[in-house]
Structures are given as structure tokens and as C-alpha cells.
């Protein structure tokens, strides 16, 4: 780690020099190991796993730029400042405000932590913290763009969305408490405002695309390994076609500013079963769950989970059935 | 991973994006539209990698004081993650892997939905007609092919397998990327020994009607070996 001192750091292994094995031996691979990269499976993999990341990079790439203008030019109590006293009220407000932060869930966890450090209630951060990912502008675009000429898919992520978010605060303000949170080293806000941005930024992609990459394996091995009748041999059958979309969404991973083109490539599956694949995966999925452990804790996430994907369903199911 | 590496790491990807943005090999993997949002967005995590290892080695002394170490709690685990960002870069750079072809073509059951109802002009005359597959297949489910009949016509496309007295042609068609590609098929009947799986091929015959499953058939007078179009997919 470049934390470091400059004394020892001669002698510690620091990641740049990981970086530079690593990189070394993906080349020392490709050339020794010729015949496994023109493996056929291997070749359409590696396209698919390209082609996800390069799709989504636009918005992932929109969504940190958003999102770090945001964190340097919003004021730090202006979330809070707009919220009524009465939690129940706030909550709906609080998934609203989720609208201003595109990015991906990757982002939110950390602001929806910092609400509550400021005394937010736990409903409405977690309100905020499922609707950020879920509703916002980049994400409604993407779903626009994945399926053209359905502007009723984009209403019902909305709607199925809000409604998961805002179901599941209040909820949380009468099953939940707020996680205790470790305390927080504070960097302070001193004169290189413009480069700590530029450094978390930074970070906020490295991660969110390391986090993307997890999504794009995932889809590129069931696009490759899984038969292709295997996924179709379910999605005739109704509910188990919605909770089978909403169970690989908890799998795969996807980022949800890509999600909606994944979900558009499962044709075969009715519009409800495609919603419950956009409406679960960016309020619930394994790198999330990964970050509210690491966030909120694990007891915390052991409850916030299940509650977040039994809402998700039924709200997804509820509004395929109305709208779609 | 140190503020440097994941600084080292975005301007990999970015240049990965760039050079992928100015090139050809970009509709390998995304539709031919996708190229400006491409560039835009290499340029922009290109600047924000070179700004941040500016910035990094400017601060080395406090490089981890970012304000995300903040929460370094809730970020060890994820932080890790960030090393799978090498991924795409080794991926494109390194890899490199060529479009789709027969073995995503030769694994689905399922084709690309064809727009039905479309009202096609008759072909020109005289002249031998170059369609893309996708058009040859659409001609053909109209009115049994009326517009294609006793009209040479020719095909571009890569060959999935052998069948018997011929082979199997097709393209992929994306709506966004390469992860959402499906095949359009010909059976194409020729003499010859059919070529290889995977090569493309330029196809010159004639409609020959439909076998089962609505696949147009092509009797081929010629097949001549072509490099890959620019753009391999179709949409």
C-alpha cells in the first residue's frame, strides 16, 4: 500500500509493483498458452465479457462524473436540510432525492452511510441508499436505449422501483434500527478540494468497474456455458420465469446502468420477468450485499437483504402485472 | 490498492477505450453508434487517471488520506475489487478477441426476431442484387419470396457448419452489444466442398424457397472467399 512510509516502502511489496506482475503474467499466459485462447467458448467469452464492459463504460463513466460534481459542489448538510422531522414522511422524500445521484449501488452505500452519520434516520438513508442506483437518470436513459420503442418498461422500473424503496424504509423504521457505524477518520476538507475529487473519482471508477467486471464474467459465462435452452426451459412458466430473473440478478451482478441491456437480451422471458431482473439487481446482488456487510455490518445486512429482495419481487410483480 | 495503482489501472482502461474508439476493432464488440460515447468517455477517464497520478505523487506523503479511506471500514472488502479493473484492459489488449462467429451462431436455438410486414420494391434488373442477410431473410418470408425470384442475388456472411450439399451462412445481428448477438441463417446449396467454419464467404445464386423452420435456402453459382467486413454484424 502507498500508505506506507517512504522508509519501508523500498522493501514492501506496494500494488503498483502487483500491478506490473500482473500484467506481466497476462502476457506471459497469452503467449505461452496459445491453443487455450483460440478455444472457440474461450474467444466468444472474452468478446461478450469485452463488449459488456465497453457498453457500459459511457455510464459508468457519467454516473462517477455526476456524482463527483455533486460531492464537491452540494453542500454537505444539503440532504439533510430538505427532509421533514417526522421519519415516515422523510422517507419517501429521502428515495426521491435518490434521483440526483446517478451512479452505480456501488456509490450509494457510502453516502447513505454519511446521511446517517449526520443524524438521518435509518429509513429514509435506506430509501435513499435503494433508489439512488435504481431510479435515477442515467439508469432511466439506459433503460430507454435497451428497449426501444417501450417507454413502458422505463415507467415501470420507475414506479416498481420507488415503490421497493420507499416500502422497504418504512419497514425499516418499524423491523430496523440504525447500524451502529465505525467511527469516521475525517480527511478534512482542506485547499486540494479539486484533487482529492480527482482521487476519489479515481477510486469510485477502479471500483465500480472491478465491480462491473464481476457482472460482465458472470453474464459472459451464462451467454457461453449455460445451454441455450436451459434459460428458455423457464421462461414460459410465469412466476418461476420472475423469481428465476430475479434470482440470476442477485447472481450476476450487473451494474445497473447496464443491467437493462442484459435484461433486454433475455427475449424469451415475459416483460415482468425482465423488470424483476432490473428492479432486483441494483438493490439487491452479491457485490451489494458485500458492501453493507462491510458497511452496516453483518447483522444489519442479514435482515436488510431478504426484506430489500421480498419487496423487490412482489413490487416488480405487482407493477408488471398493472403496467405491462 | 494504493491511490497510484488505481490511477495506473483507470488510464489503462481508458486508453484500452480510446484506442478501441478510433479503430475498426470497436464493432467487434458494440454497435457502430456507441463510438462517440466511447470516445468522449475515454478521453475523460484518460484526463481524470493522468490528473490523479499528478495528484497522487502531489500528496504521496498523505496519499491515503483520500476521502474515501474515510471509510475504509466499509471499503476493504470492496476495494479489492478494484484489481478486476485490469481485466478488460488485459482482455482487449492482450487477448484481443475477434468478433462472434459460428460458435455463437451454432449454439442458440434462438434466431434474431425478423421484422415481418415490411413492403419490399422489386430488385433491380439486369443486375446481380447484394443484400444483407438479414434483408434476404425478411424478402423471403414475404409472399414466399416473390421479390427474390429469378433474381440473382449476393450474400456476405460467415459459414457456421457443413450441411449436406452445402453449408450453413449467417450473420449475427446486435441491438447493443456483442452479448445480445443473434443469428440470421442461410442454407446455402453449392457443388464445392463447403469452406471452413468461420470463414466469410461472399455467396452469388438464386432463391431456392424455404426448408423447414422458415430458412431460406440459396442455390449458389459462386462462394468466394471475402476478408471480414468492417462492421460484422448486422442489425
Partial sequence: ?324 | MSNRAQAFVVLLFGLVLLRLAVSDLLLRFVRAGTRPLVLVAGTLVVLLGIWSLVAAGRGDDRADARPSSSDAHGHSGASRLAWLAVLPTVAVSVVGPPALGAFTAGRGTRSATLPTGQVFGPLVEGSTARLSIVEFAVRALDHDGRTLVHRPVSLTGFVVKPLSGGFLLARLVITCCAADALPVEVQVMATATAPAANEWVRVTGTYAGQAPHNLPVLTATSVRPVPMPSDPYDR
Avoid at chain 1, 75 to 97: D, E, H, N, S
Avoid at chain 1, 260 to 267: G, T
Wanted: aromatic share 8%.
Fill in chain 1, 1 to 324: 500500500m502507498a500508505g506506507t512510509s517512504a522508509a519501508t516502502s523500498a522493501r514492501t511489496l506496494t500494488s503498483t509493483d502487483v500491478l506490473c506482475g500482473l500484467l506481466f503474467i497476462s502476457v506471459a499466459a497469452r503467449l505461452v498458452l496459445t491453443s487455450f485462447w483460440q478455444r472457440p467458448d474461450v474467444e466468444a467469452w472474452t468478446t461478450v465479457f469485452v463488449a459488456i464492459c465497453i457498453q457500459a463504460a459511457p455510464y459508468l463513466v457519467l454516473g462517477i462524473a455526476v456524482s463527483t460534481l455533486v460531492a464537491v459542489a452540494v453542500p454537505r448538510r444539503g440532504f439533510t436540510r430538505f427532509l421533514p422531522r417526522r421519519p415516515a414522511l422523510a422517507v419517501p422524500i429521502a428515495g426521491l432525492a435518490g434521483v440526483a445521484l446517478p451512479g452505480c449501488e456501488c456509490g450509494s452505500v457510502p453516502v447513505s452511510a454519511s446521511l446517517m452519520r449526520r443524524g438521518v434516520d435509518a429509513g429514509p438513508a435506506i430509501a435513499f441508499l435503494l433508489a439512488a442506483p435504481a431510479i435515477n437518470p442515467v439508469v432511466l436513459v439506459a433503460t430507454s436505449i435497451a428497449f426501444p420503442n417501450r417507454p413502458e418498461m422505463v415507467a415501470a422500473r420507475f414506479l416498481a422501483s420507488a415503490t421497493t424503496a420507499v416500502v422497504v424504509g418504512w419497514l425499516w423504521l418499524r423491523v430496523g434500527r440504525v447500524p451502529r457505524l465505525p467511527a469516521r477518520f475525517d480527511a478534512g476538507a482542506d485547499t486540494r478540494r479539486w484533487d482529492r475529487a480527482c482521487v476519489t473519482a479515481t477510486h469510485d471508477f477502479a471500483q465500480s468497474l472491478g465491480l462491473l467486471v464481476v457482472g460482465a464474467a458472470g453474464a459472459a459465462t451464462v451467454n457461453v456455458a449455460v445451454p441455450a435452452g436451459w434459460l428458455d426451459s423457464v421462461a414460459d412458466t410465469g412466476v418461476l420465469a420472475v423469481a428465476a430473473m430475479a434470482m440470476f440478478a442477485v447472481v450476476v451482478a450487473v451494474c445497473s446502468e447496464a443491467d437493462a441491456f442484459v435484461a433486454a437480451s433475455f427475449i424469451r422471458f415475459s416483460s415482468t420477468a425482465q423488470l424483476a431482473f432490473m428492479v432486483v439487481g441494483p438493490v439487491v446482488d452479491l457485490k451489494l450485499i458485500a458492501m453493507q456487510i462491510g458497511t452496516f455490518g453483518a447483522r444489519t445486512a442479514a435482515r436488510l437483504a431478504p426484506l430489500t429482495l421480498l419487496v423487490a419481487v412482489a413490487s416488480a410483480a405487482g407493477v408488471g402485472w398493472w403496467v405491462l
